[in-house]
């Protein structure tokens, strides 16, 4: 008994198939790279220098391509960052920070602090949202 092959389209077909999945994908490194750095300079921007530390916070913000490009990270170094974006004591977002006043030490200042916390002061959140945008324009505008 002898096997038969049967094949549809044609080398033309195949090839262009391939380019257009190579175009898209190109795109769509793009479009994540973008993201990426509206992620990265929007947080940085956005987030606040305190007279205390000169911008500590804003120059821990990183951020890494992997080397297909099709992710990247954006890094916030600064222990304290969520104290920042969300606030402490009892103007903590959602309510949930310590109720009491406290007293610590500060070594940057060389004294003793009394606070009943600090204001949010959202940078991460608010670049997420408009970097979230524009991925998602970009991408639907792909099809």
Known sequence: MTRSRIQFGDKLLERALRNFKDDILDQVREIIQNTGLILFNQAVSLAPVAEVDGGNLKNSISFD????????????????A??????T???????????TPWVYWSDKLNRWVWTRGMEAQ???NPSIDIARRYFLREMRRLG
Do not use: M, N, Q
Request: charged share 15%; net charge negative.
């Open 65 to 80: 391509s992997s080397t297909d490009g099709l992710s990247c990270t954006v890094h916030v170094g600064a222990s304290y």
């Open 82 to 87: 969520i104290y920042v974006e969300y606030g």
């Open 89 to 99: 004591g009892i103007y903590a977002v959602g309510g949930d920070g310590r109720k």
């Open 122 to 124: 959202p940078f991460w």
